[in-house]
Nanobody, 121 residues
Framework: QVQLVESGGGLVQAGGSLRLSCAASGRTRGRYAMGWFRQAPGKEREFVSAISGDGGIVTYADSVKGRFTISRDSVNNIVYLQMNSLKPEDTAVYFC??????????????WGQGTQVTVSS
C-alpha cells in the first residue's frame, strides 16, 4: 500500500501562486508515476498533470500548460505542483495520485485525500 498526503492548498487571489506538495509513504520502493487531478464543485474529476517514475516524462492538461509545473523529489518521495497565474476556474479540490505508470493512474492508482484550492477574483 502507498499512502499519499497532500498539503499546500489555500485561498489566493487571481494571478497569485500556490505550491502543492504530496508526500508518499508505505511501499514506495518502486518508482511510481505521480500526478495531480482536481475536482471542482458540480464537475467531474479532471487530470491536471503527471510525472513519470524517473521524471523523464511530464504531461499537463491544456488548461494549465504554461502556468503549472510538476516536479518530484524522488529521494524523499514527494511530488510538487507549482501553480502560477492562478484563475478562479482553477478552484477545486486537488488530489494526488500514484501508480505504476501515468496511463493507469486514474483508474488503478493510489489517491490522497485532497487539498482545497480556492482562487478569488
Amino acid at each position: 500500500q502507498v499512502q499519499l498526503v497532500e498539503s499546500g492548498g489555500g485561498l489566493v487571489q487571481a494571478g497569485g501562486s500556490l505550491r502543492l506538495s504530496c508526500a508518499a509513504s508505505g511501499r514506495t520502493r518502486g518508482r511510481y508515476a505521480m500526478g495531480w487531478f482536481r475536482q471542482a464543485p458540480g464537475k467531474e474529476r479532471e487530470f491536471v498533470s503527471a510525472i513519470s517514475g524517473d521524471g523523464g516524462i511530464v504531461t499537463y492538461a491544456d488548461s494549465v500548460k504554461g502556468r503549472f509545473t510538476i516536479s518530484r523529489d524522488s529521494v524523499n518521495n514527494i511530488v510538487y505542483l507549482q501553480m502560477n497565474s492562478l484563475k478562479p476556474e482553477d478552484t477545486a479540490v486537488y488530489f494526488c495520485a500514484a501508480a505504476n505508470n501515468i496511463g493507469t493512474m486514474e483508474n488503478n492508482g493510489y489517491w490522497g485525500q485532497g487539498t482545497q484550492v480556492t482562487v478569488s477574483s
